[in-house]
């Protein structure tokens, strides 16, 4: 599956993004799908995951959806911070059981560059 993440840029703190990510040459349905996120210098760190059937984490101010009708994965970003600042990756498994750590999904996006100024 080839994946193709958008909607970031560059928002003021306090501002909100929703940042997509567009499955294509897989059956979408069958993966379970996360964001990570890394920073300059920094490791890359899990943010959020959804199970193929929609069950999802909600940490804080970030949301994970899914719209399996549009291949498609979202994560809402609410009440932005500088520290925020980072790449963000989507990525996908077709793995039942679904990880927090990087090694655990075989697909990734090509990050999309969120700047939060302060």
């Known amino acids: 599956v080839q994946l193709q993440a958008s909607g970031g840029g560059l928002v003021q703190a306090g501002g909100s993004l929703r940042l997509s990510c567009a499955a294509s040459?897989?059956?979408?349905?069958?993966?379970?799908m996360a964001w990570f996120r890394q920073a300059p210098g920094k490791e890359r760190d899990f943010v959020a995951r959804?199970?193929?059937s929609g069950a999802n984490s909600v940490k804080g101010r970030f949301t994970i959806s899914r719209d399996n009708a549009k291949n498609t994965v979202y994560l809402q970003i609410n009440s932005l911070k500088p520290e925020d600042t980072a790449v963000y990756y989507c990525?996908?498994?077709?793995?039942?059981?679904?990880?927090?750590?990087?090694?655990?999904?075989?697909?990734w996006g090509q990050g999309t560059q969120v700047t939060v100024s302060s």
């Open positions: 990525a996908a498994t077709p793995s039942v059981i679904i990880g927090t750590t990087s090694r655990e999904y075989d697909y």
């Open positions: 040459g897989g059956t979408f349905s069958t993966y379970a």
């Open positions: 959804i199970s193929r």
